[in-house]
């Protein structure tokens, strides 16, 4: 808006209308706002900030109307139903927290007493004595009550800013609105009170929110009014003498009617009035006590006591007065943790509870302790503890001589032993926080860094402390500002965090000596776990045990006079009464805590005394004579001995080894006390040698412990010996027992290992010269009857929990979508790896009855659990999903233990001659045509039989080839049960379609999981910089070797047919036959899932060949086919770069043999090819493209054959390639395989080339995979957090025309924001509608993905339909803590190693494991409806 226009437009809206006052347009828009609807008041208000609040002259202007018109507008705002962001009582904020306007209005308008005035106005509900009343609230009054706690607001934001320079109208106008604020107070003083029920239980629980409320949110409020009374001492004064004329008010009726008692122990006595906090009233809001409490606090902080005494009223003071209500407060307090209203309920628990909650307790019980300590120090100690002890109801215990022998021999009241027990600890406790409480500054000499210093140091020496914890743990001022990060550095260190956990704050060592066990802000719980942590620091660093009393800084001169209530008579009489108690512990009813607390006052005293000593003035005399006064023996009749004296017996009493260190420590302190007195007196000569003598005896200490420790050792070693001794000789006499025993356990672990030694030094994992490996038994327990088995053919199944799941982990295109799984063909995989099947495994073996009995169990819990309740359970039985016994993690099948396949099929001799690769190609190609021959003729039976005869005429067998031969399957019924099992389960998972064991399909999918398992563990392996051969966690080793194993043995349960089928069609993609037509070309199949296929296929023909050809050969022959063709698929892929390094040596014998290849490879392709001159570039790309495909071989047939890895794979480092090549049998110049059979070589590379789509590659019409494959990578996160919430913040809802979107969800696997958990971006899915995420979850990850919810920052694991979980997110702030939900509004950096963490979840597909483990640990979690996300 042009500045001329908003002149005129703010002119024309302040002009006075004909109708006088609050007649203009502004006034008459303002007043009548809570009569126009939502979208006129936000408008009006729009252009009241664009105009009116833009200009300085009209903003203080339009501030006077708003303040004139305050009252009216309120009104108007708590009677209207909309909320406070749509009236205009809102912009209060745009104006009161301007400092010049808002001391503008307090002197003109007079604003502080207008805003608490019209807060009081609309809190009319009173009782006879005029204080607030909120008992019997109707819905509305709590509504209203609700509106018009805003007003606080209002004041908070007057009073923000302090003001540098009064005026003398300031002053006035701010003591007139102080005024106001303590008739606000004066209705607050004593409100809810309560009286103690006795003889039955509280039947309606009172109202006790709405006063807690009003304290919480006035809190701030009464700590800045005392700010602003500290910036100027005539304020001060003023306000200090009105604060004491209410409180007199308040008190006016305090000794009516009441009779005065006289108290008198060791000869002083005092008059107070007769009251029992257990029968009267009492309640716990006494605001204008701490008020004065605070102020008094500022005279002395602010030096104006002692400046002004004379303008003072501290002569009219009544110390018993002041410290009436604060005391009965405390002792309510007392009396609560003494049991003694229990029949109150919980109202008054919630209350004592906020009491001391760091919310309130700043202007509740910090400022009753001040208060105290304010009566204390103006008053004669001894007489401070007669009320006391009278208030406590614990006067007649003191006062009569032996009550406590005739309490404790009352056996019926064990229960009042207990409460006075209780009353007596908590009053001395009270005693330490008054003398010891002196870190308010004014108090004691400190500033508010060393209040703030303390309250760390006593957090932390509970626990290590994340930033987070510590700061909700400490007092916020108006600003939300705890003040600690300026001295945090100074008293702890930061411990950044790992993985998991978070950034920990820890106590500097030389900090734990301001330790002081009974600090006022310590919770019970607290102060247990801090004496229990502090005293194991101790015992961790060699030192004694004792927890003394802190150094305290020096009181001011105010409060100075406190410490003398520790050397009173009194409190002497009340130490050495619990002591006599302790020392004749049996007659007496007392407790440790009672004395522990009573050893640390004397520890106080010492301490002060020893203060005082040190920073003694010359020709000045210590007054405070503690020492001297505790080593003179009672008083006649009774001569009680000493206090010191009975500490000396109490040192060697057996039932106190908990406090003896204590109890030296407060001897040794008195000791050094009497010498500095001595030395004081005498010369320094003799200072010097009662130093001597302290450090002499503190040395024969020493000595004296070490002597000891070193006798322990001694007996320590004699007993180990003996020990050792006693296990030669049992060893000796059991020796044929212990023999057999070490036996078994090194069979045992050899199976366990499986890595048996073989003498022989170069190992190979296939072919003809396959390494022998000596057979092994193996013994496994079954987790769920704890019985041992040996692992056998024939013997019962014992089978280990697995879970199997669809993959995209390692997918090159996730856009793949099975149209039809009931007629797709899984028998080629392409090297795009779109969607496979994982299989998992924790490890854990059962027998396969066990098991089954287990399941059914699981299943018939499921069904009745289903009649009772409709929740989900982190599994899903129906999906024939169960969780371990054992270790809990979610399985879906099991996988049936086998020992090595091949040694089972291939035990008939190998007598004949090994063909090479040509003759065996040959022979396997006239097997594969006799046996489709043999089907044709079994498909058309009824054909004449002249026809049939001439079939058989060319139907020439081979030689040993008997295709009518059915061998007998050698496994036991158990064990073919569970390889039918585990393949149905993953052909049902793999394909997402129904069960059906019959179907052909089911042996591929069984081939696919093994394939594709060890392929994404080869990608693991090969990302974590591991050895191929390392040592592999168990239950991975244990899942591969039995997943291959089980693969191996499918075959034996399969029809043979459909394996030799498979065979048959699997083998024609690498060497042509005219009977299959329509199969893929080279570059769109996986030659890894081809080569599993082919080798796990083989034994189907080959048990029929009885040629005298070996298992080993077939596999030998067929890894070095598929390896030539994966060569010739790098070949054709492979991007070399002619440019950059090339080698300066010569070509050796690999380059030139690649490069031979490579120009055959153009002449077959019509040299579409482009030239390669370098044959290094060539050959570099050959080794690094094959080399994925080496290491999943090398797993596969060492997990197949059980030949042990070579030492060398088993470490990190070099790339291992001859090793490979070496255990595989193979040439370490691999096209040496080209050369070798270079006549049937050259045909079938020729038939490869010819296939169409190699031709469109060629030319460029379509795609293909290059080797070496990438690893997939979830998707790269900025660094700075507030990136990707600018990125959500600019995505609108793709559905719902440019809305913004309420729930951005990232997913961290392709990188798609969505619109997750709303209506609008629903979907489909298998005719239920599903969340934006679950349906992404399918498409992306094939029913698993990760999710970042931006506006969350939660990272969110999905599987299915009904599993998820939320997972720590990988951005930490600068304490090293997530801020999930963003509630803390830290800047957020990403931490590369947590997504890592969370990249290897995914990379190790235990995103599904994770959300069971989640969903088990929290039921909450299995609640959410996961699909809606």
């Known amino acids: ?136 609230y109707t819905a509305l009054q709590a509504f209203k009550f609700r509106r018009v706690q805003s007003l606080i607001l209002d004041l908070k934001y007057v009073l923000i800013s302090k003001p540098t320079e009064w005026s ?31 003889g039955q239980h509280i039947e309606m629980e009172p109202e006790w929110e709405a006063a807690f409320t009003l304290q919480m949110k006035l809190t701030h409020v009464i700590s800045m009014m005392q700010d602003w009374c500290a910036l100027d001492e005539k304020v001060l004064i003023e306000a200090y003498k009105k604060c004491l004329a209410v409180l007199m008010q308040c008190h006016g009726g305090f000794t009516d009617g009441e009779q005065p008692v006289t108290l008198s122990i060791c000869g002083h006595s005092v008059e107070t009035i007769r009251y029992c906090v257990s029968q009267e009233k009492v309640s716990i809001h006494l605001p204008i006590s701490r008020l004065l409490a605070g102020l008094h606090v500022l005279l002395s902080k602010s030096e104006v006591a002692y400046k002004f005494p004379e303008l003072l009223p501290l002569s009219e003071l009544s110390p018993p007065m002041l410290i009436e209500h604060p005391l009965r407060c405390l002792v309510l307090c007392a009396q609560v943790h003494a049991g003694m209203w229990r029949r109150n309920g919980f109202s008054l628990v919630n209350q004592i509870y906020y009491y001391h909650n760091v919310k309130c307790r700043r ?135 790992g993985l998991t956990g978070r950034g920990m704050y820890e106590l500097k060592p030389e900090c734990a000596k301001e330790f002081n066990l009974y600090f006022y802000h310590f919770s019970r719980a607290e102060q247990s776990k801090a004496e229990e942590a502090q005293r194991k620091l101790k015992r961790q660093n060699r030192e004694d045990t004792a927890l003394p009393p802190p150094v305290l800084p020096p009181f001011c001169p105010l409060f100075a006079s406190l410490v003398n209530i520790l050397q009173s008579d009194v409190m002497l009489y009340i130490i050495r009464t619990i002591l006599h108690w302790a020392v004749e512990h049996n007659g007496y009813a007392w407790s440790e805590s009672m004395l522990q607390r009573v050893l640390h006052l004397i520890g106080m005293a010492l301490q002060e005394e020893k203060q005082h000593l040190e920073n003694v003035m010359e020709e000045h005399v210590v007054t405070f004579t503690f020492a001297q006064k505790i080593s003179k023996p009672g008083e006649a009749p009774n001569n009680s001995p000493s206090i010191l004296a009975m500490l000396e017996t109490l040192q060697n009493a057996p039932y106190l080894e ?60 004699k007993v180990m010996a003996q020990m050792s001794e006693m296990q030669r000789n049992f060893i000796d006499e059991n020796k044929d027992l212990f023999q057999q025993t070490v036996a078994e356990e090194a069979s045992n672990f050899a199976v366990l290992d499986n890595s048996p030694m073989v003498s022989d030094t170069t190992l190979t994992a296939l072919g003809p010269a396959q390494t022998q490996v000596p057979k092994q038994r193996q013994f496994v327990t079954c987790i769920l009857c704890q019985e041992e088995q040996e692992v056998k053919v024939e013997s019962k199944a014992m089978v280990l929990a697995a879970f199997v799941q669809r993959s995209t982990v390692l997918s090159k295109n996730r856009n793949k979508v099975i149209q039809d799984p009931e007629k797709y063909d899984p028998l080629f995989m392409h090297p795009d790896l779109s969607c496979g099947t994982h299989t998992g495994s924790c490890g854990h073996v059962m027998h396969a009855h066990c098991w089954q009995r287990y399941f059914d169990s699981v299943q018939a819990k499921e069904q009745r659990r289903q009649q009772r309740l409709r929740l989900h359970t982190s599994y899903d039985v129906e999906n024939g999903e169960f969780l371990c016994p054992l270790c809990e993690c979610l399985s879906n099948t099991v996988i049936p233990l086998l020992l090595p396949p091949r040694n089972i099929f291939n035990n008939r001799l190998n007598f004949s001659d090994q063909p090479n690769l040509t003759q065996w190609i040959r022979t396997i ?7 489709q021959i043999l089907r044709k003729e079994e498909s058309i039976p009824n054909i004449a039989s002249s026809k049939n005869s001439e079939n058989m005429d060319e139907l020439q067998l081979p030689e040993g080839f008997r295709p009518d031969f059915h061998p007998k399957n050698p496994y036991s019924d158990s064990i073919k049960e569970m390889l039918t099992t585990f393949g149905t389960a993953t052909y049902k998972v793999g394909l997402k379609v129904h069960p059906n064991e019959e179907d052909p399909r089911v042996p591929i999918m069984c081939w696919g999981s093994c394939a594709y398992t060890i392929q994404s563990i080869e990608r693991i392996l090969s990302d974590e910089d ?29 029809l043979l047919s459909v394996v030799q089928g498979h065979f048959c069609k699997l083998f024609a993609s690498l060497v042509p036959n005219d009977n299959y037509g329509d199969l893929p070309c080279i570059l769109d199949i996986d030659m890894f899932h081809l080569l599993v296929g082919l080798v796990l296929a083989f034994p189907a023909l080959q048990c029929q060949d009885f040629s005298g050809i070996s298992l080993g050969t077939g596999d030998l022959h067929i890894f070095h086919l598929v390896t030539m063709a994966h060569i010739i698929q790098i070949l054709l892929t492979s991007c070399t770069e002619e440019n950059g390094m090339d080698q300066e040596t010569p070509a050796g014998e690999e380059e030139l043999a690649v490069l031979a290849l490579y120009k055959t490879l153009r002449q077959c392709t019509g040299s579409a090819l482009k030239e390669i001159p370098s044959g ?40 291992h390639f001859e090793h490979l090549c070496n255990y595989l049998s193979l040439p370490n110049n691999l096209i040496c395989l080209f050369q070798e059979n270079s006549e049937i070589t050259k045909l079938l590379v020729e038939s490869w080339c010819q296939h169409i789509e190699v031709k469109r590659y060629l030319e460029g019409e379509r795609d293909a995979i290059s080797y070496p494959r990438e690893s997939n990578k979830l998707i790269d996160l900025p660094e700075d957090y507030s990136s990707l919430i600018n990125q959500a913040s600019n995505f609108s809802c793709p559905k719902s025309g440019g809305d913004k979107s309420r729930t951005p969800t990232l997913c961290l696997v392709c990188g798609t924001l969505l619109c997750s958990q709303s209506y609008c971006c629903q979907a489909e899915l298998d005719g239920e509608d599903v969340g934006a995420c679950t349906a992404h979850t399918y498409s992306c990850g094939s029913g698993v993905c990760i999710f970042l919810r931006v506006r969350e920052c939660q990272v969110l694991f999905l599987a299915g339909r009904t599993k998820g979980c939320f997972y720590s997110p990988p951005y930490l702030d600068d304490y090293g803590e997530t801020d999930q939900l963003l509630r803390r509004g830290n800047p957020l950096h990403l931490c590369k190693e947590r997504f890592k963490k969370i990249q290897k979840l995914w990379h190790q597909h235990s995103i599904t494991e994770e959300i069971g483990h989640a969903q088990e640990a929290n039921q909450t979690l299995v609640g959410i409806d996961w699909q809606h996300l």
């Open 363 to 497: 202007e509740m019980f910090d400022k009753d302790i001040i208060m105290l300590q304010t009566g204390v120090s103006m008053m004669d100690p001894n007489h401070f503890l007669m009320i006391m002890l009278s208030r406590f109801e614990l006067y007649q215990i003191f006062s009569t001589p032996d009550y406590g022998k005739r309490l404790s021999s009352e056996i019926t009241h064990k229960d009042v032993v207990q409460q006075n027990n209780t009353l007596i600890e908590e009053m001395l406790y009270l005693i330490i926080m008054l003398v010891g409480e002196r870190f308010s500054p004014g108090v004691g000499q400190v500033n508010a860094t060393d209040e703030i210093k303390r309250e760390i140091i006593h957090q932390l020496c509970i626990k290590p402390m994340a930033h987070s914890e510590l700061v909700k743990s400490l007092p916020e001022d108006e600003n939300k500002e705890t003040g600690m990060e300026s001295v945090i550095e100074a008293v702890a260190h930061f411990k950044k965090p």
């Open 1176 to 1215: 290094w570039h060539l050959w570099r790309s050959v080794r690094a493209g094959i080399m994925p495909f080496l290491k999943c071989s090398a797993l596969f047939f060492h997990y197949l054959n059980g030949v042990p890895s070579p030492p060398e794979i088993q470490v990190s480092g070099t790339s």
């Open 168 to 198: 003398d109208d300031l002053r006035q106008k701010f003591l007139e609105g102080f005024d106001a604020f303590l008739e606000l107070l004066k209705c607050m003083q004593g409100m809810d009170p309560v009286t103690r029920q006795v």
């Open 658 to 717: 908990v406090h003896k260190d204590m109890i030296r420590w407060i001897l040794k302190t008195f000791n050094a006390i009497k010498k500095m007195r001595e030395s004081s007196s005498a010369s320094s000569v003799a200072e010097a040698e009662g130093t001597i003598t302290e450090e002499s005896s503190r040395d024969k200490d020493k000595a004296e412990r070490k002597r000891k420790a070193e006798i322990a050792r001694l007996r320590r070693e």
């Open 1026 to 1054: 591991k050895p191929l051969f390392g040592p592999l966690p168990c239950r991975l080793d244990d899942c591969l070797r039995s997943l291959t194993r089980f693969a191996a043995a499918h075959w034996t349960v399969a």
């Open 925 to 931: 190609s006239q097997q594969i045509k006799a046996l």
């Open 1 to 136: 808006m042009p500045n001329g226009l908003r002149r005129i437009l703010c002119q024309v809206g302040l002009q006075e209308g004909p109708d006088g006052e609050n007649s203009s347009l502004v006034d008459r828009l303002m007043l009548n706002d809570s009569k126009l609807w939502k979208g006129a008041r936000s408008m009006y208000h729009q252009l009241f900030m664009s105009s009116l609040l833009m200009d300085l002259k009209y903003k203080k202007l339009f501030a006077v109307r708003f303040a004139k018109n305050y009252e009216r507008l309120q009104s108007d705002y708590v009677t209207d139903d909309h909320d406070r962001e749509f009236s205009v009582a809102d912009l209060s904020v745009q104006i009161f927290t301007v400092p010049s306007l808002a001391r503008m209005l307090i002197t003109e308008e007079n604003l502080l007493t207008i805003i608490i005035k019209t807060f009081m106005d609309h809190l009319r509900h009173r009782d006879a004595q005029g204080r607030f009343q909120f008992e019997r």
